[in-house]
């Protein structure tokens, strides 16, 4: 029996590599796009977590007011900046 080489016909075209290729690409450009999804869904956890700092700090401030009506104003003066910083 002749070698299982020597049975294959020389004139077979090699496989191509642009699939390959295009795998790779495709690959990469949604390895990126993952990352630039992770990297802004952190940078959003972080301004909610200083908006969140800073409102409690806030809230402290009036609550250590004295008089319902200073209390009352500090919280409504609290609420509309907190609203006007983040658009609502």
């Known amino acids: ?9 020389r004139s077979l075209p090699r496989h191509p590599l642009w699939p390959a290729a295009a795998a790779l690409a495709a ?3 949604l390895l990126m796009a993952f990352g630039a999804v992770v ?3 952190v940078s959003q956890g972080v301004l909610r977590r200083q908006a969140q700092a800073i409102q409690s700090e806030s809230m402290q401030r009036c609550r250590a007011l004295h008089g319902k009506d200073a209390l009352a104003a500090c919280l409504a ?8 910083k983040t658009g609502e």
Request: charged share 5%.
């Open 1 to 9: 029996m002749p070698n299982a080489i020597a049975l294959r016909p």
């Open 27 to 29: 690959i990469l450009a």
């Open 39 to 41: 990297q802004s869904a």
């Open 77 to 84: 003066q609290s609420v509309a900046l907190a609203s006007a």
